[in-house]
């Protein structure tokens, strides 16, 4: 079926320095997301993204975070500056409505050093 | 989260043997989304529901649609590839899911 790619799988940064993780979701889908898996804990939500703009935002998606997706290109997170806490993967996530079928890509395992 | 709570934690089964996840919502859900996490960490989308049942070979999800508080999945002859960690996922009409806690599956042979 139709797949989300993210890139880098795996990324080790500095911490205080900047990631960015991409996120190449369905072509027809329209809603966008990013969750946060901690090694050991259930998936948590972070941001949803729509029409170039943020629709909602959890507390976890703190003052360093920000999404965007640039002229139908890639859809990214970026980190800016990464903290030890950020560890985690991250898991990208489309969907052709709100509230409908998700598909979610295969993470990208973020280690901040 | 808080909102929703899967059962059993974990679950061990032999090959051939039948099964049912659940899961149970503090409050009226708008859908329900249930995945397979695989041991490389990949979520795999199993049902889509926003109300009755939906099956798919062995596997089979319903969701409550009068209360719209509980869903289950059912394993029908279960096989060692369908160990993995089981999430259920509503929604309740927000922009997020609302994931479990998961239950840790692992078929025997």
């Known amino acids: 079926g139709p797949k989300v790619l993210q890139i880098p799988s795996h990324q080790i940064i500095d911490m205080g320095q900047m990631v960015t993780l991409n996120c190449d979701p369905v072509?027809?889908?329209?809603?966008f997301y990013w969750y946060k898996q901690i090694l050991g804990q259930q998936m948590e939500f972070l941001v949803n993204?729509?029409?170039?703009?943020?629709?909602?935002k959890s507390k976890l998606f703190k003052d360093q975070f920000s999404v965007e997706r640039p002229d139908g290109s890639y859809f990214t997170l970026k980190i800016q500056p990464t903290a030890l806490e950020d560890s985690a993967v991250y898991f990208c996530?489309?969907?052709?409505?709100?509230?409908?079928?998700?598909?979610f890509g295969s993470g990208t395992r973020l280690l901040v050093i | 989260g808080d909102q929703v709570e899967q059962s059993p934690s974990a679950l061990s089964l032999h090959e051939g043997t039948d099964s049912a996840l659940r899961c149970n919502f503090t409050?009226?859900?708008?859908?329900v989304q249930w995945f397979r996490q695989n041991s490389r960490g990949s979520l795999i989308s199993l049902f889509y529901?926003?109300?009755?049942t939906k099956e798919n070979g062995r596997l089979k999800s319903a969701f409550d649609s009068k209360e719209r508080r509980y869903s289950t999945l059912h394993i029908r002859d279960a096989q060692l590839e369908d160990s993995g960690t089981y999430f259920c996922?509503?929604?309740?009409?927000?922009?997020?899911?609302?994931f479990g806690s998961g239950t840790q599956l692992t078929v025997m042979p």
């Open positions: 409050t009226t859900m708008r859908s």
């Open positions: 993204f729509y029409n170039g703009k943020v629709m909602e």
């Open positions: 996922a509503p929604s309740s009409g927000s922009w997020q899911l609302i």
């Open positions: 529901l926003a109300s009755g």
């Open positions: 072509s027809n889908h329209l809603y």
């Open positions: 996530a489309s969907s052709p409505g709100a509230n409908s079928d998700y598909t």
